[in-house]
């Protein structure tokens, strides 16, 4: 008999939330030799997994994942289809590969099924957790505290049993740690709930989080982490990738990882701020993309966060009706490698490098330099156009 947790009814009921569908499409690539090469706030912004060093493996991984996701695919037909995927690709079994940080060939494990189920399990769980906090964020006036429950699970941590019936506000500082799942295998969950439930249960005080170190062996860095929380568990993904917005909408991001910058551009172009501007319903703007530093440079801008007008947006679904909002989360990742067609002071067609049928777009800069704004985005319909393009160097409509 399966596990709940390799059912993704059990998590994703009644059906996949599209929060923890964004949340997990919009994370970036990280190869990795051990998981203790990435920081736990990483995690939050991009998708690794010990050992594949190959980014075909780890977009393969990626991608099967989001389909159970999205889909509702149990573990066990998730590993039958991607197993034979894996050993075509040469990532099964043991094998020698060189560890990047020390250069010292070492004998290690690839793909099994035994990885695959912890990868499943654990990429599932984080989803629905940052999912839930999304949706937590959304309703938290109506539900303002939460509650901290266990799992299914037929052992339970001391720790985190000791949580079990924990009632805080939705915004205590508890949970930009405690916020479940805290470390591998674990199933405890929160459940948000009104004022008068909370009152019922007893709210509690917000409590004293003991800490202990840990040494990460690959770094030679020592921090302090919750006791009871697994190494690389310690963080909130929902909160960070919240924060990573908020900033980004502040235009605080500018000077960034620039792989956190595009997933918050993605997150903010999912977000239901961005959607209710594309479908007409909310006005003003809402930030959708960034530049480069060195195109932000060339149009004399002072800030690389490109936003989407009100108005932008209804010219688009007017010219351009087959555009969806999904298509908009590419320009992240577009602008990042942009060709250009043209450019003047204040404007630049971009174009997508490396697609058949690429996007195409214009961005404008306001006189002072401190506002970018998308203008006009679109698909080519044909080879001919793009060769007109670029053989013209014209100005797209």
Known sequence: ????????????????????????QNRGLNPSFSWEDVEPQEHATAFT??????????????????????????????RRELTPRLQAMGWWGRAEMTDPLTGEVRDVQLGSPRRLRTIYRANLRTARAAGQWERIQRTKRALPY?????????????????????????????????FPPNGWGCKCHVRQITRREAEGRGISDSPNIPTRQVFNSRTGELRQIPSGIDPGWETNPGLT????????????????????????????????????????????TVPIAMLTEELTGTLGATTRVVRLSSE??????????????????????IMSDAAILQQDDRNMVFIERG??????????????????????????????????????????R
């Open 49 to 78: 997994v010990a050992k594949a060093m190959d980014l075909d493996v780890l977009e393969a991984i990626q991608g099967s994942l989001q389909e159970a996701i999205d889909e509702g695919i149990p573990f066990q037909q998730w």
């Open 241 to 284: 990738r919240q924060r990573h917005a908020e900033q980004f909408l502040a235009g605080r991001l500018d000077a960034v990882d620039p792989e956190i910058a595009r997933v918050a551009a993605r997150d903010m172009a999912t977000s239901w701020r961005a959607a209710r501007i594309l479908d007409g319903t909310a006005n003003g």
């Open 312 to 333: 932008t947006a209804a010219k688009q679904a007017s010219r351009h009706p087959e555009i969806a909002q999904r298509d908009y989360v590419r320009l992240a990742d």
């Open 146 to 178: 939460l509650v901290y429950l266990l799992g299914p699970s037929i052992r339970h941590r001391p720790t985190h049993e000791a949580k079990e019936g924990l009632v805080l506000p939705v915004d205590d500082p508890f949970w930009a740690q405690w």
């Open 1 to 24: 008999m399966a596990e709940h947790s390799d059912r993704p009814g059990y998590s994703f009921d009644p059906g996949p939330p599209p929060e923890a569908s964004a949340y997990f």
């Open 355 to 396: 697609a058949e049928l690429p996007w195409i777009g214009v961005v404008k800069r306001t006189m002072d330099g401190g506002e970018l704004y998308l203008t006009t985005f679109y698909r080519a319909h044909s080879s001919r156009y793009v060769r007109r393009l670029f053989e013209r160097g014209t100005t797209v």
